[in-house]
């Protein structure tokens, strides 16, 4: 029988030469490595600017401002507080339909009040109006001369007149920062 030995280059101190062969294949595995490692630490360093580039930019980017609408002073519990935000004196200060925003909320009975708050709205010229729809019919109840019979008010605390408040007499300037305005409801 034969055997087969093979020499191996630690133990006789003879290293053994490779086929030509194998030297491109190890050459190119090599260089292949190396390829693939720059490429790996490009696109580290690509993801790691982007998000650092999103930081900023975000941290750039204007806030839009939040206005805090706090109604106080109803009499009684019942019903809801009705708030409308305008930009333009039409429809101001009854007719919510023209309005941007407008939300009915739950009088708070520990403090006969109700808050809303408005989100992500522009920087501008607003005017507010509010109601106290005690009977939840969706609307400011009258009496026959035409003066309301529940509570009402609008921004600045605007004085009781024998007509309702005009939306330049209810401006206000909302800024970046937002703003929490209180209106006190008139009976």
Known sequence: MQ???????AIYGRPITP????????????????????????????????ARSAVVVAAQAPSTPTLTIKV???????????????????GFPEDTSKAIRAQDVDID????SAQVVFGDLPEGVYAISVRHDENSNGKLD?????????GY???????????????????????????????KLIY
């Open 19 to 50: 086929h030509k062969e194998e030297q491109k294949v190890n050459h190119l595995n090599s260089r292949l490595s190396y390829a693939v490692g720059v490429l790996i630490v490009s696109c580290a360093l690509f993801l790691l600017v982007t």
């Open 109 to 112: 009975t520990n403090t006969m």
């Open 153 to 183: 008010g609008a921004s600045n605390n605007a004085a009781k007149k024998r007509r309702a408040p005009k939306f330049d007499e209810a401006t206000f300037l909302l800024n970046g920062t937002g703003q929490t305005i209180e209106i």
């Open 3 to 9: 055997y087969l030995v093979q020499m191996k280059p």
């Open 72 to 90: 106080i002073g109803a009499r009684n519990p019942k019903g809801k507080i009705g708030v409308a935000l305008f930009q333009q004196a039409a």
């Open 142 to 150: 009258k009496n026959f001369v035409g003066i309301p019979k529940e």
